[in-house]
């Protein structure tokens, strides 16, 4: 069974950097996606690379501001956010596609983290 770790949220203050990790338990060949979940409100589709990382996209909400990377050497990829606002406050999840489409909808990701919650204050 793959296992997903999420790590690197925390507390900041708007306008703040901000890089969460995802460790994948085996070497793979997924597509890989971010989302979060703030209170309230339903999971949101941030962005995801291909296994070649090769191929991004983005929601156009964090379009410009989050980027998606992944380390060619480990099973690690990585979310990089920039100029946090309050409204980014949410739990954030990483996941693992075993076909990679590109869609945003989370019913095609075959695994997922924990979640790792950003608290981004004004």
């Known amino acids: 069974q793959v296992q997903l770790r999420e790590s690197g949220g925390g507390w900041v203050q708007a306008g703040d950097s901000l890089r969460l990790s995802c460790e994948i338990s085996e070497r793979h060949n997924y597509g890989l996606g971010w989302f979060r979940q703030a209170p309230g409100k339903d999971r949101e589709f941030l962005g995801s690379?291909?296994?070649?990382?090769?191929?991004?996209i983005y929601a156009d909400s964090v379009k410009g501001r989050f980027t998606i990377s992944r380390d060619a050497v480990y099973n690690d990829f990585y979310l990089h956010m920039n100029n946090l606002k309050p409204e980014d406050t949410a739990v954030y999840y990483c996941a693992a596609a075993t076909y990679y489409s590109g869609r945003p909808e989370s019913d095609v990701y075959n695994y997922w983290g924990q979640g790792t919650q950003v608290t981004v204050s004004s």
């Open positions: 690379i291909n296994s070649r990382a090769t191929y991004t």
